[in-house]
C-alpha cells in the first residue's frame, strides 16, 4: 500500500526497470517526392528512432480514390517486409505510382502500415499520403481559382465566434467541453478597436507550402514573393507558387491562416494579425534539401529574396536527440537578428515540439507527469536567437502533447484534438476532397452552413498552432512600433506574460530512499521574472505588450554582448553518485562581466560519460539563487545514450546578473550505472535593461 502511494503521489520508480527493457520506435512517413509527367516516385521511409535494433516486420502501401482501405477498391501497391534497422537509423523503399494507371480528374488517399513490433512503446508505425489528377491526368500542380466561396468584404467572419484562442468566452470550438473563459492571447483591447492588424510587416511561413489563392489568405498574399524549392522536380510547378500537391493537409497554409487570415472578408475565421503580409517557402517539402534552410530563413537575397522578411515562423521541430550543433545554422540566425529589419533584427519563431508523450525507447512513472523528451533535445533549441513557443489548450494549461524546457521563452494557445477539447480553428486546404478533414472529418467539416466548401479545420493543434499564434502577435507590436529589434519584442513578451496556471505543483521523485524534486513549481527570479518549464515567462498577453510598447524606447537594451564560450569553464572530472537525489554539484566563478549588465539568455555546455545518460538530470543555479532544471530525468531523447556533450540553453535567469557564483548539479536517478561529470562551460548574452 505504501509503496502505490509512493507511485502515485511521488512518482516513485515502480514495476520491471526500464532500462532492461528498452523498446525500438519503428516510424513510417512519406518521403519528399518527385512528380514526372508519367508518374511519381514516392520514397517510403522506415526510421527507428528507438535505442535498440528493431526486428523485421511487415510493410504495406495501399491507394484508394477514397480514405477507406478495406473495401474492393483497393490497390496494393507494395506489400514487402522491413528488415531489422540498428538505432537512430532508416530505410527508405521507392514507390512508383504511374499515372496513366488511374483515373484523371480523380483524388487518391494512401495507407502506409508496418506492423506493431514487440515492446513497442509508440506504435505510430503508419503515415498518409494523398493526391490529385486533373482531367489530363497530370498531378494538379496549382490553386484552384475557381474554387467556390461565399465571402463578401465587409462581411462579419461566421467562425470567428468559435475562435477560442483569439477571444474565449466559453465556447465550445465544436468540441464537446467548453472552453475556460479568459484563456486565450488576450486581445480583446485589438479586437475590439480592430488595430493594430499587422498592416505592413512581412511573415514568412517556412513549412510546406501554402495555397496563395486561399480565400482567406489571397489578399495578404505578397506577390511573387513566395518560392517553391520544387520547381524543378515537380512537373507542372512553378518557382513562385509552393503549392502542396499532395491532398491530406498543407501544414503551411493552416499556418498562415492562424497568423494572418484575412478579417471581416466573410468567410471562415481570422488571423491574429489579418493584414499582414505573407509569403512562403516549401522547405519542408523539398525533395532536393541543400541549402533550402539557409534560403528560407534570411540568407539569401534573391530567389529568393528571404532578407526582407521581419517574422519567419517555424512550426517544425527535429526528433529528440539530435545533440550536433550545427554551426552554419547558428551563424544564419545570428546573421538574421543582426543585419535583417534594417539591423533591428528578424524574429525567429519556432515551434517547442509535441514530444511529452513521446516515450519511444523508455517509460517511467515520472514521465507521465515531467513529461518525455524536453524540448532542449532538439538540435537548433539551444539558440538564444530564436523564441520557442509552448503550447497550452482552451482550459488554460500545458497542451497535454507541449514539449516543455527551460529553453521555452513564451506559450500561445493552440488546443486539444478538437474533439473533446477545442483545438485551433484556421485554413485547411480548398475543398472537401483535400485537407486534414478528409480524415478527421469531424468539427467544422460537418459545418454545412459556416463551411460550406471545406476551406476550413476544427483540428489543427500542436505547438506548430502555437508558434504562428505568437508570430502574429509579433506583427501587431511591429505595426505598432516598427522601430523594436528583435531583443525588444523578446524583452515585451518576457515582460507582459500571463502567468498562466498559476497553482503548478512541484513534481517530486523518491531517488535513493530520499525525495527529489523533478519538475520546479514557477519560480520568480531576482529581475522579478516568473518562468516554468511547461511555458516559458507565461503566455502571450497581445494587449498588455502592446500597452508596454506604448511605453518602450526601442533599442534601449544597451549593446548586446555575447560571452566566449570558453571564458568560463570548469573541467576537473567528478563522479556522479548513483541513485543519489541529492547528486554532484560543482561551483564556477563568473567575474569580470560589467556590473550592469543583465542576463538575456544562458548557454550551457556540459560534458558527461554515463552509460545511460537517460538517469541524469542536469540543474544550474545562478548567483541570485534562481534554479533551473536544464534536462529533466528520463529523457527519452538520452535512452541508450553515453558520452554526452550537449549544449543547453536556459531562459529562466533573464534580467539577472551574471556575476558570481553558478552551480550544476547532476542527479542519477536510477540505479545500476555510474558515471562522470567531465566538465561544463557557461556563456551569457547579455545587455543593459531600463529599470522597471
Not at 489579418?274 to 539569401?300: C, F, H, K, Q, W
Not at 513564451?410 to 480553428?425: C, K, L, M, Q
Request: hydrophobic letters at 40%; proline letters at 5%; a negative charge.
Amino acid at each position: 500500500m505504501i509503496t502505490s502511494l509512493l507511485c502515485l503521489f511521488l512518482a516513485v520508480g515502480c514495476g520491471p526497470d526500464a532500462k532492461q527493457s528498452m523498446a525500438p520506435d519503428i516510424l513510417v512517413f512519406a518521403g519528399d517526392a518527385p512528380v514526372h509527367e508519367e508518374g511519381i516516385e514516392l520514397p517510403v521511409r522506415i526510421l527507428n528512432w528507438g535505442a535498440v535494433p528493431s526486428t523485421a516486420t511487415p510493410l504495406q502501401v495501399y491507394i484508394n480514390d477514397r480514405p477507406n482501405w478495406s473495401d474492393s477498391t483497393t490497390r496494393t501497391l507494395l506489400d514487402t517486409e522491413i528488415p531489422p534497422i540498428d538505432p537512430k537509423s532508416s530505410i527508405r523503399f521507392n514507390v512508383d505510382i504511374t499515372l496513366d494507371e488511374f483515373e484523371p480528374d480523380t483524388d487518391y488517399y494512401l495507407l502506409m502500415r508496418a506492423d506493431g513490433l514487440d515492446g513497442e512503446l509508440n506504435t505510430r508505425n503508419w503515415d498518409y499520403w494523398g493526391f490529385s489528377l486533373d482531367e489530363e491526368g497530370r498531378v494538379v500542380m496549382h490553386c484552384d481559382l475557381e474554387a467556390p466561396n461565399d465571402g463578401r468584404d465587409g462581411a462579419t467572419d461566421p467562425l470567428f465566434g468559435e475562435q477560442w484562442h483569439l477571444e474565449n468566452t466559453g465556447q465550445r470550438a465544436y468540441a464537446r467541453t467548453p472552453a475556460s473563459p479568459g484563456e486565450d492571447l488576450g486581445m480583446t483591447n485589438v479586437l475590439s478597436s480592430g488595430t493594430p492588424t499587422g498592416a505592413g510587416v512581412r511573415i514568412a511561413v517556412v513549412d510546406t507550402g501554402m495555397e496563395l489563392c486561399h480565400p482567406d489568405l489571397v489578399a495578404n498574399v505578397e506577390p511573387f514573393a513566395s518560392h517553391n524549392f520544387n520547381a524543378n522536380d515537380w512537373h507542372g510547378a512553378i518557382v513562385a507558387e509552393p503549392f502542396l500537391p499532395w491532398t491530406l493537409g498543407d501544414h503551411g497554409t493552416s499556418v498562415a491562416g492562424t497568423a494572418a487570415a484575412s478579417a471581416n472578408n466573410g468567410t471562415g475565421g481570422r488571423g491574429v494579425a489579418p493584414d499582414a503580409i505573407l509569403r512562403s517557402y516549401n522547405m519542408l517539402a523539398a525533395v532536393e534539401s541543400a541549402g533550402t534552410y539557409y534560403d528560407s530563413l534570411g540568407g539569401s537575397d534573391t530567389d529568393p529574396d528571404s532578407s526582407v522578411v521581419d517574422i519567419f515562423n517555424m512550426s517544425f521541430g527535429t526528433l529528440g536527440g539530435e545533440f550536433a550543433v550545427d554551426r552554419d545554422e547558428d551563424r544564419l540566425l545570428r546573421l538574421g537578428v543582426t543585419n535583417l529589419r534594417g539591423g533591428r533584427g528578424a524574429l525567429y519563431v519556432k515551434s517547442a515540439g509535441n514530444a511529452f508523450n513521446a516515450c519511444g525507447t523508455m517509460r517511467r512513472p515520472a514521465n507521465a507527469r515531467i513529461g518525455c523528451t524536453s524540448s532542449n533535445s532538439a538540435s537548433s533549441h539551444h539558440s538564444r536567437y530564436l523564441i520557442i513557443v509552448g503550447a497550452f489548450d482552451a482550459q488554460g494549461t500545458r497542451a497535454s502533447y507541449a514539449s516543455a524546457g527551460s529553453n521555452l521563452w513564451v506559450s500561445a494557445p493552440a488546443g486539444e484534438f478538437g474533439s473533446r477539447y477545442g483545438a485551433t480553428i484556421t485554413a485547411d486546404q480548398v475543398g472537401t476532397n483535400r485537407g486534414y478533414d478528409v480524415l478527421r472529418n469531424y468539427g467544422v467539416a460537418e459545418d454545412a452552413v459556416n463551411n460550406p466548401h471545406g476551406n476550413y479545420v476544427s483540428t489543427f493543434n500542436g505547438t506548430s498552432a502555437a508558434a504562428p499564434n505568437t508570430s502574429g502577435a509579433i506583427a501587431l507590436l511591429l505595426e505598432a512600433a516598427p522601430e523594436l529589434t528583435w531583443r525588444d519584442v523578446r524583452y515585451i513578451l518576457a515582460k507582459t506574460a500571463r502567468q498562466i496556471d498559476a497553482d503548478i505543483e512541484p513534481v517530486q521523485y523518491v531517488v535513493g530512499g530520499t525525495v527529489y524534486v523533478a519538475q520546479l513549481p514557477w519560480t520568480s527570479n531576482a529581475a522579478g521574472y516568473h518562468f516554468h518549464n511547461w511555458y516559458g515567462f507565461g503566455a502571450v498577453a497581445v494587449d498588455d505588450a502592446l500597452d508596454l510598447v506604448a511605453r518602450h524606447t526601442p533599442d534601449s537594451l544597451g549593446v548586446f554582448v555575447e560571452t566566449d564560450l570558453n571564458a568560463f569553464a570548469r573541467e576537473d572530472m567528478v563522479s556522479i553518485p548513483d541513485d543519489d537525489g541529492t547528486g554532484v554539484a560543482q561551483t564556477l566563478t563568473v567575474e569580470g562581466l560589467a556590473d550592469n549588465a543583465n542576463i538575456e539568455a544562458v548557454t550551457l555546455r556540459v560534458n558527461i560519460t554515463h552509460p545511460q545518460t537517460n538517469d541524469l538530470a542536469i540543474h544550474l543555479t545562478s548567483p541570485s539563487g534562481t534554479e533551473s532544471i536544464l534536462n529533466p530525468i528520463f529523457n527519452d531523447a538520452l535512452a541508450g545514450n553515453a558520452d554526452l556533450d550537449w549544449t543547453l540553453l536556459s531562459n529562466a535567469f533573464y534580467g539577472e546578473s551574471p556575476n558570481g557564483d553558478w552551480t550544476i548539479r547532476v542527479v542519477d536517478a536510477a540505479s545500476e550505472d555510474e558515471g562522470t561529470l567531465n566538465g561544463w562551460r557557461l556563456s551569457f548574452a547579455l545587455g543593459t535593461h531600463p529599470a522597471s
